[in-house]
């Protein structure tokens, strides 16, 4: 059984460039969010374009990992090529993640600061790690975990969907077979730097529904956002049983 809550708000801004989707396809489904960047530039419509070409590849490929590759190749091509035809390669740019699930197997990819975490029977598991400038200082050991949500180049993407591309940029995670009680929650930036890992976790525990658990993490980054200028800000909570 598959359960499952979005959420996508503008928070502060005069521009929402986050852009969520959710695609079933028979027992298979497909969960995307995508951070854009370029504050009053294009990033809303590198976020959607990304958003739609994952909808398109995972509808013709499933949840195989050559679709989840595809999520990201196409999204990336269709980007670069909305850059070439608007003459706008400066602001059109974004972070993107993948969820894909049937019965038997979940598999996930991202690239940028926008993150999947990934809970099982109630714990936390693991979680994607950032392309960026705090969590490779983290990774080195110069700063921890907790200071990456308030560091000060937090928003200094080493990866992202809109550049030019040498080799493969996106990152996926080896596949984990469902079972028992998994809960999985894709997240933009705007969401995930005003809650963090222990008090997503507390709030799972005593949740009976992905609807309670995600309008309650909702609740605690509104709370911890108020009177700062909240950025956009998204969630995808799913639960599979």
Sequence with gaps: MVTYKIVNR?????????????HQKGNQYGFFLAD????????????????KQAILQFEAGGCTEAALEAVFEAGQAEILKLQRRTGDSRSMKTTMTALLADDRTVR???????????FQDGKLAGRTLDHSVPQMLAAAGEISEREIRRHPDRNRLLRVMGVEWNRREYQLAAPVPRW?????????????ELIDENEMTALLAVSASVDQWLDSMEDLVVRHGAGTGM????????WMS
């Design 231 to 238: 950025d956009n800000y998204s969630a995808v909570a799913v």
């Design 180 to 192: 028992g009680w998994q809960a999985f929650l894709l997240c933009s930036d705007g969401f995930w």
């Design 10 to 22: 503008i928070g502060s801004r005069p521009v929402n460039e986050d852009c969520t989707g959710m």
């Design 108 to 118: 996930w990819g991202h690239i940028g600061d926008s993150r999947i975490y990934y």
């Design 36 to 51: 854009g960047l370029g504050g009053h530039g294009k990033g809303d419509e590198a976020s959607q374009a990304a958003v």
